[in-house]
């Protein structure tokens, strides 16, 4: 079957404007999960869905980056006002459920580049 | 809250040699571990993954990997590498933390394999 899906593939902006960050996650997985991955540093934890709702926030680095998952399947990820720090590859990954037994499968990713 | 150590950013190795890369953590409460690969412009995939039982885990493609509670370690191994194994492979933590099991990842590891 189709696995996770991200869109789009680069994106290239300039500061100060806003970006959307699409994820497709595999059919029938409840928990969605994005990341963030630096140049040399590992992933870091941007946010979680269970279903729609997000239990928890806590690794969105400021309030210019929100994110909401419909339907309990496609997520976005929007970051507003961006800066170059944000360039990053941001990877989408979903699980079945949210127990930690559960592997997570990842998308491509979405490569960033805030000029 | 975890945290994932993996000491090698770098790996250089011979074609047929054996390899082995680090991965230690910090606490060993109720801990899943898993190891993840990443080749060249593609996402993350599973290599193995340890839930309980039997502390020495085989995975995909050859590798294997020791959990070690008294050590906190999770080190992976490969008797003898391919040139197809030069990726980028992520130790990945998870400990239950606020009703979800979170993934801690280690800032990854390059291995290079060279003919």
């Known amino acids: 079957g189709a696995g996770v899906s991200q869109s789009p593939s680069n994106k290239v902006t300039e500061k100060g404007k806003d970006v959307e960050l699409r994820c497709d996650p595999i059919?029938?997985?409840?928990?969605l999960y994005w990341y963030r991955q630096s140049l040399g540093q590992g992933l870091e934890f941007l946010i979680y869905f269970q279903g729609n709702s997000a239990p928890d926030k806590s690794g969105l680095p400021s309030d210019r980056f929100s994110a909401e998952r419909t339907g309990g399947s496609v997520s976005t990820l929007t970051i507003q006002r961006t800066q170059q720090e944000d360039s990053a590859v941001y990877l989408c990954?979903?699980?079945?459920?949210?127990?930690?037994?559960?592997?997570?499968?990842f998308g491509p990713g979405t490569r960033l580049t805030v000029l | 809250a975890q945290s994932v150590t993996q000491l090698d950013s770098q790996v250089p190795v011979f074609e047929e040699a054996p390899v082995e890369l680090r991965c230690n953590y910090s606490s060993s409460v109720s801990v899943y571990l898993f190891w993840y690969v990443q080749y060249p412009n593609q996402g993350l995939q599973l290599l193995l993954k340890y839930l309980s039982g039997s502390t020495l885990v085989k995975g995909i493609n050859g590798f294997e990997a020791e959990f070690n509670k008294s050590q906190t370690s999770f080190h992976l191994r490969k008797p003898s590498v391919h040139i197809s194994d030069t990726a980028e492979y992520f130790c990945?933590?998870?400990?239950?933390?606020?009703?979800?099991?979170?993934?801690?990842f280690g800032s990854g590891t390059k291995l290079n394999v060279k003919p």
């Open positions: 990954a979903s699980s079945l459920t949210s127990g930690g037994h559960n592997e997570q499968f």
């Open positions: 059919s029938g997985h409840t928990a």
């Open positions: 990945a933590v998870s400990d239950r933390w606020n009703n979800f099991n979170k993934f801690y």
